[in-house]
């Protein structure tokens, strides 16, 4: 798990410096920084997920937004996100999933009103099955690399402050394959949906 967060995090820092010497070489780039954190409300979406309600989590983690021209921009993330779901609204049974985002955001800017649309990858940290007061590991049930997409609008300057709603959603399934018996395998159809609403701080752009 170690190396994949060390190479996502050099990915995002070779963008940076990559648009930070761009905007000092051409005076029509721009980049900025920033942090973001909030709320989330996610569930399992597809033909098996039928008996599953939502469950509130939180996301944060930084940014960097690259100006391409005046109204076009890309912003690959770095995230930690929650997610998971609980079993017919029941409060003492549900399960939670951690992960590492790499949204990778391409924004339509109008004078900080911007809608944005990209793939997202997920690599799984860890889940928990939680019953009440117990809590079991369940990792091993789930694949490693969750891919989806993402989808939002928001208000976000160069500097300061900014807010946004963003939807995730999954392409690929979320549990691995398992046997119901010798000759019979069973791939539950459940992927990750998530409602995200956020508050960010930008830094280092341009005025």
Known sequence: MKKPIVILLALLLGLSTAAQAQRRGQSGSDVSLGLKAG????NFSGPDA??????????AGIF????????????????YSQKGFKVNGN???????HYVDVPLAFHINTDGLFFELGPQLGFLAGASHQVGNASVDVKSAYNTVDFGYLAGLG????????VGLRY????????????QSS????????????FQLYLTYSFNGRR
């Open 168 to 179: 995730n959603g999954g392409f690929t399934n979320v549990e691995k394959p398992y046997f």
């Open 50 to 59: 039928n008996g599953l309600t939502n469950r509130f989590g939180f996301h």
């Open 64 to 79: 960097a937004n690259i100006g391409i021209t005046s109204l076009f921009a890309f912003q690959p993330e770095l995230l």
């Open 39 to 42: 709320g989330s409300l996610t």
């Open 91 to 97: 409060d003492n049974d549900k399960y939670r999933l």
């Open 155 to 162: 208000y976000q300057l160069k500097e300061g402050l900014g």
């Open 183 to 194: 000759t019979v395998t069973v791939q539950n159809r459940r992927r990750n949906s998530a």
